[in-house]
């Protein structure tokens, strides 16, 4: 059976050209608007009724936002800044290779020309593939409103499914990932090998000394509420050697940190054991490079 194609409701659009113009809307209407970046998640589910504006606010006009550069500090990505683009970055391969891997394993070609990466976290999905490995890298991101920005870890900006710390009149206008020595990498189980949603994403960050991980950090993606790190099996690796035995123990305890669901694409059971299988493997594969 063919899907319905219903068109959007009725709705008021406005493109504005400034970042200034936007932030007057949001605090006039935030309650009941809506920003358009890329358009491909925030279209279908108007179309689907599953999100409803009396206004839409694009903000393809806006110039600004779409900047990819090193500071002294770390790599700012602009949140208007398009997927293709930040894949194709010699900056972000250099400083945030699983981000890299994390996009090109995402949607397809087109989409990923029109994604930008505000919306992917402004979806709030828990597979979203951004986010594991921007919580591995320590990201944190800009909020704008009239009344002022504010900068909030990643780690405490999901709340739940399709929901975050942003208010009605901020827009999220940066990613921000510090300078860091170490290295990172991603995973992604879907249900074929290309243009799928994550069943299980994983993402991990090591610095490791002298055979040992003197800092590791692990995140998972499509297995709980929201995007989360896997702080116990952290804890348990931080000091102590590289080697298969002691990264095949800690990656148990990530069974015991994830509330995975049953859904159309994969079952509890299979989430929670992929987890583990996927954690060990992402562990092993940075472990490696020490
Ligand atoms: C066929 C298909 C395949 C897909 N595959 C994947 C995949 O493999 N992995 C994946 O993670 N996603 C996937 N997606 C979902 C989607 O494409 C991505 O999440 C994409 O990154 C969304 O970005 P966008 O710019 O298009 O966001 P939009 O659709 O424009 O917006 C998404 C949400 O973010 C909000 N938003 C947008 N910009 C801002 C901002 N600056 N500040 C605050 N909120 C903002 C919007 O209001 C909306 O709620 C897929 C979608 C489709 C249709």
């Known amino acids: ?58 903000l393809n006009r806006i110039s600004g936002l779409s900047q ?17 683009e930040i ?3 010699p900056l972000v ?5 699983a981000l890299v891997q994390a996009i090109s394993l995402m949607a397809s070609p087109p989409i990923r020309n029109r994604a930008t990466m505000a919306g992917n976290l402004g979806t709030a999905s828990p597979a979203a593939d951004t986010a594991p490995p921007l919580l591995v890298l320590d990201a944190s991101v800009k909020l704008e ?11 405490e900006f999901f709340t739940g499914p399709q929901s975050t710390v942003r208010r009605p009149d ?3 206008t940066e990613v921000f990932l510090p300078v860091q020595d170490g290295s990172s990498a991603f995973l992604k189980l879907g249900r074929r090998k290309a243009f799928t949603l994550s069943v299980v994403s994983v993402a991990a960050f090591a610095r490791i000394r002298r055979g040992k991980f003197e800092e590791v950090r692990l995140a998972l993606g499509a297995v709980a509420p929201t995007p989360i ?33 049953a859904d159309v694409r994969a079952s509890e059971e299979y989430r929670r054991e992929m987890s583990l299988i996927f954690t060990r493997r992402v562990l092993e594969q940075i472990g490696g490079r020490g």
């Open 1 to 58: 059976m063919e899907a319905e194609v219903r068109p959007l409701a009725k709705m008021d659009f406005v493109a504005p050209s400034s970042l200034k113009e936007v932030l007057s809307l949001l605090e006039k209407h935030g309650n009941k608007a809506k920003l358009l970046a890329g358009g491909t998640d925030l279209i279908p589910k108007m179309k689907k009724r599953a999100i409803m504006a009396d206004l839409v606010i694009d």
């Open 93 to 97: 391969k250099e400083k945030a290779p």
């Open 87 to 89: 894949k194709e970055s």
């Open 229 to 261: 790190r896997g702080r116990r099996v952290e804890e348990n690796l931080k000091g102590k050697e590289v080697n298969e035995q002691n990264i095949a123990q800690a990656a148990e305890i990530i069974k015991g940190e994830i509330k995975p669901i």
């Open 170 to 172: 901020e827009i999220l």
């Open 145 to 155: 409103s009239a009344r002022g920005e504010r900068i909030i870890p990643l780690s």
């Open 68 to 84: 990819i550069e090193v500071r002294n500090d770390g790599l700012h990505i602009g949140g208007l800044t398009r997927l293709a």
